[in-house]
């Protein structure tokens, strides 16, 4: 009795993943921040002041969700932003000429997908540095919107083409349940098939994943793609919430994702987290940024901030990786 006793008393006790950990904290500072903001104005938890967070943070959602998987690679991709600006305005200009919802939907996401691929295929088939390559396309895909549009927004009036980033139940926007349908489709590409196994391989140890023959390259080609295509789903949401097209949308949207995904738990370097904590970075991140609207705040002490919160989960990401290291 006393050695089953004791043999019970010896079992080591089930410590708490990293990633788990992380994941609570979050939901703590999101609870944190909630409560936080509520008490510094009434406003915070009014039926519109929820739909604009939730109409708001649906884009970086999507754009986020498609950095998740490219960061997973060890990659990053700053051409994000300015890809909703160029496929905002290739879907406003067919829709336009056409007269057609489907078409100018349809053109929006080609667009996106196609500064995708030629970013997937100088990093993937190429090798060239993905900071590089993506710097490139960030200024091209912005001139390219500023010719599209003649520096100037294009007012849409298509119910259609509006309706899934400007129509809401209620006070409730339909593009939430859009996002999440869009999150459950990717999470089984990523947890469910060999492509979800092969993107964390080729974070973890390109090399070996060649070896392999898991063909790291092609797979980074298509995430870029993917996260292109994103970008086209998140210049429709974009110009329904605003009811134009404009060639600045988009602006700095890049440094909000990378932010919302290292906070969620992505590594800098590759081959560890999940889209779980980056819809709770995402979270987070927009309860912040509408708190600090709703209080007034200085829009440049907003942007310290946000350069702020970025430079603490770097750091934090950095000496995690560290730590594992030694």
Same mark, same amino acid.
């Given at each position: 009795?006393?050695?089953?006793?004791?043999?019970?008393?010896?079992?080591?006790?089930?410590?708490?993943?990293?990633?788990?950990?992380?994941?609570?904290?979050?939901?703590?500072?999101?609870?944190?921040?909630?409560?936080?903001?509520?008490?510094?104005?009434?406003?915070?938890?009014?039926?519109?002041?929820?739909?604009?967070?939730?109409?708001?943070?649906?884009?970086?959602?999507?754009?986020?969700?498609?950095?998740?998987?490219?960061?997973?690679?060890?990659?990053?991709?700053?051409?994000?932003?300015?890809?909703?600006?160029?496929?905002?305005?290739?879907?406003?200009?067919?829709?336009?000429?056409?007269?057609?919802?489907?078409?100018?939907?349809?053109? $929006? #996401?080609? *667009?996106?997908? =196609?500064? @995708?691929?030629?970013?997937?295929?100088?990093? &993937? !088939? /190429?090798?060239?540095?993905?900071?590089?390559?993506?710097?490139?396309?960030?200024?091209?895909?912005?001139?390219?919107?500023?010719?599209?549009?003649?520096?100037?927004?294009?007012?849409?009036?298509?119910?259609?083409?509006?309706?899934?980033?400007?129509?809401?139940?209620?006070?409730?926007?339909?593009?939430?349940?859009?996002?999440?349908?869009?999150?459950?489709?990717?999470?089984?590409?990523?947890?469910?098939?060999?492509?979800?196994?092969?993107?964390?391989?080729?974070?973890?140890?390109?090399?070996?994943?060649?070896?392999?023959?898991?063909?790291?390259?092609?797979?980074?080609?298509?995430?870029?793609?993917?996260?292109?295509?994103?970008?086209?789903?998140?210049?429709?949401?974009?110009?329904?919430?605003?009811?134009?097209?404009?060639?600045?949308?988009?602006?700095?949207?890049?440094?909000? $994702? #990378?932010? *919302?995904?290292? =906070?969620? @738990?992505?590594?800098?370097?590759?081959?560890? &987290? !999940? /889209?779980?904590?980056?819809?709770?970075?995402?979270?987070?991140?927009?309860?912040?940024?509408?708190?600090?609207?709703?209080?007034?705040?200085?829009?440049?002490?907003?942007?310290?901030?946000?350069?702020?919160?970025?430079?603490?989960?770097?750091?934090?990401?950095?000496?995690?990786?560290?730590?594992?290291?030694?």
């Amino acid at each position: 009795m006393t050695s089953a006793t004791t043999n019970i008393a010896d079992r080591p006790k089930k410590k708490l993943d990293t990633l788990t950990l992380r994941y609570l904290v979050l939901i703590g500072l999101i609870l944190i921040a909630a409560i936080g903001f509520s008490i510094a104005n009434d406003n915070f938890y009014s039926l519109t002041n929820l739909g604009i967070l939730l109409r708001s943070i649906s884009v970086l959602f999507l754009v986020s969700m498609g950095m998740t998987f490219i960061m997973l690679t060890g990659g990053i991709d700053l051409s994000v932003g300015s890809n909703v600006a160029f496929a905002g305005g290739i879907g406003v200009i067919t829709l336009t000429v056409t007269g057609s919802a489907t078409l100018g939907f349809i053109a $929006a #996401i080609v *667009a996106g997908s =196609l500064i @995708g691929l030629i970013n997937g295929y100088f990093i &993937g !088939k /190429l090798k060239l540095s993905a900071f590089m390559v993506t710097l490139a396309t960030f200024a091209l895909a912005r001139g390219l919107a500023l010719v599209i549009y003649d520096a100037n927004s294009i007012n849409v009036s298509d119910p259609a083409f509006l309706w899934l980033g400007g129509t809401s139940w209620g006070a409730f926007p339909v593009v939430i349940p859009f996002v999440a349908l869009v999150f459950a489709a990717l999470s089984v590409l990523l947890y469910k098939t060999t492509f979800g196994r092969d993107v964390y391989a080729a974070g973890s140890n390109f090399n070996t994943a060649f070896v392999l023959g898991r063909r790291p390259e092609r797979k980074i080609m298509w995430i870029y793609v993917l996260s292109g295509a994103l970008a086209g789903l998140s210049a429709i949401i974009t110009v329904g919430r605003v009811s134009s097209g404009q060639p600045w949308a988009g602006l700095y949207l890049e440094f909000d $994702a #990378i932010t *919302a995904v290292i =906070l969620g @738990g992505t590594s800098l370097f590759g081959g560890r &987290g !999940k /889209l779980l904590g980056t819809i709770l970075g995402v979270l987070l991140y927009g309860i912040i940024i509408n708190g600090l609207v709703l209080t007034g705040m200085n829009p440049y002490l907003q942007n310290l901030i946000k350069g702020m919160i970025l430079l603490g989960v770097v750091l934090l990401d950095t000496f995690t990786q560290r730590g594992k290291a030694a």
